[in-house]
């Protein structure tokens, strides 16, 4: 993909010997001598049999059309190879490169604000400073090898190694202005340090990315960030006493991924700046966030109610929807005629959530008739979308819940202390959710039903 490329551009001059990584590339840069054309191509075209023309011209389109298609195949199988084992996006590992990410953004709080994209002119000079650097480097090196008159090829490519290992960072500089360094953070400033300094030295005017190309192969500019931020993650994560697993990961796909949630964020963002005209505006934060929080509470209380009646013996699992946050928040349909959208809390587990629907589905069966079509109206949902990382990280955990009510992923992010504060504890109940959403499933379906 693009973003491999865009990394040759920004650190391959910068890492010395890469710029030759086999004999034959280097001799490219001190050997002029091409190749042969076939005779047929020498020979001017009009000097050729038309039908020999017109053969040759649907054969290079047949070739020109297979390359292309082999190059689509390819980055199918590139993509797939690349993206369907990302981990979640709260899991612990996606977060920690997230939270690398605006580390050396500068961004401090939950709150943050992203750094304003970058400017054409700094995407500019950063271009013409590669090209500008290279020139410079390949001027070094022919006076060089001019001077040192090396005897054999592997001795010039000897030379060239080394005095590229000695000038790599000798030649030029630009103007680079690293963001503020956040407090109380895992990371180093050692770590900020390096990698400020492989930003400087790549020609970077500072971190940032274009947030309207999330996709990294559609801007060189984020390819490059994003592999100089990978790259620095990966070293601080062999370094560190970090309890991060050491399974194998992407991270600069899961940049590229975080990159569309930021987009999105900035885009829903700048919608409600928009419609936050004035306090009683009903299309304001305030006025949404207060309908959103009516809404939830209103099914907190079914399903309390229902839980009352379809657990009578267990008033430990009732006792769970009496909190306001164990009910996912929604957004509103693009399509007004359809339900709104739930979004999946990220703390939350598949079996307490599935646990919650059911006694959605048993709070309209055992509604009276005549407020059935209400009550389901107020349950329903066209379709759910996990929480953003944002969203997530604005996420209010209700504490003192069973440990099975819990995500895996969420728990993995805990310490033993914080398992503790919430008070979390290790055990499953004797009656566990499992069980009561196998209880409660019997009792739901179709009497006629076959499944079990």
Not at 140 to 167: C, G, M, S, W
Not at 209 to 237: E, Y
Not at 264 to 289: Q, V
Request: neutral net charge; glycine residues 2%; charged residues 30%.
């Amino acid at each position: 993909m693009n973003h491999t490329d865009n990394s040759e551009l920004a650190i391959g001059i910068e890492n010395g010997s890469d710029i030759f990584e086999d004999d034959n590339h280097a001799s490219e840069l001190f050997d002029n001598s091409e190749e042969s054309d076939g005779e047929a191509d020498n020979q001017p075209d009009s000097q050729l049999d038309p039908q020999f023309l017109a053969q040759r011209k649907i054969t290079k389109q047949r070739d020109t059309q297979k390359q292309k298609e082999a190059g689509k195949h390819k980055k199918r199988v590139h993509d797939v190879a690349t993206t369907v084992d990302l981990p979640h996006s709260s899991s612990a590992i996606s977060r920690s490169i997230t939270e690398f990410t605006k580390f050396m953004m500068g961004c401090s709080s939950r709150n943050f604000q992203l750094p304003s994209p970058p400017a054409e002119n700094e995407v500019q000079i950063w271009q013409d400073w590669i090209v500008e650097r290279k020139d410079v480097i390949q001027k070094h090196l022919d006076a060089y090898i001019e001077r040192k008159q090396p005897q054999t090829k592997a001795e010039k490519n000897f030379l060239v190694n080394q005095e590229l290992t000695r000038i790599k960072r000798a030649i030029l500089t630009t103007v680079y202005h690293p963001a503020a360094t956040v407090k109380n953070s895992s990371f180093s400033l050692a770590i900020k340090i390096a990698c400020d300094e492989e930003f400087k030295t790549s020609g970077f005017s500072r971190i940032t990315f274009d947030w309207d190309k999330p996709n990294l192969d559609n801007s060189k500019w984020n390819g490059a960030t994003a592999t100089i931020l990978a790259s620095h993650w990966m070293k601080w994560r062999a370094t560190s006493r970090s309890l991060l697993d050491d399974s194998p990961v992407n991270p600069v796909k899961i940049i590229e991924r975080w990159l569309s949630t930021a987009r999105k964020e900035i885009k829903r963002k700048e919608t409600k700046k928009k419609g936050n005209k004035t306090p009683g505006d009903p299309s304001s934060l305030s006025a949404i966030k207060a309908k959103h929080k009516s809404h939830r509470k209103k099914v907190s209380e079914y399903r309390f109610k229902t839980a009352l009646a379809v657990f009578p013996d267990n008033p430990e699992v009732s006792a769970l929807f009496q909190n306001l946050d164990t009910v996912s928040d929604y957004e509103d349909n693009k399509d007004f005629r359809l339900p709104p959208v739930r979004i999946n809390p990220t703390w939350r587990s598949t079996v307490f959530a599935n646990l919650a629907h059911e006694l959605d589905r048993a709070t309209i069966q055992l509604a009276p008739q005549k407020s059935k079509s209400a009550i389901s109206g107020h349950l329903a949902r066209d379709q759910s979308r996990n929480a953003t990382e944002d969203e997530a990280e604005l996420e209010k955990v209700p504490p003192k819940m069973p440990i099975d009510a819990y995500s895996g992923d969420y728990l993995g992010q805990l310490s033993v202390l914080e398992r503790d504060q919430m008070g979390i504890k290790d055990d499953i109940s004797q009656y566990s959710l499992t069980s009561a959403l196998a209880d409660i499933s019997k009792k739901t379906k179709p009497v006629n039903s076959m499944v079990e």
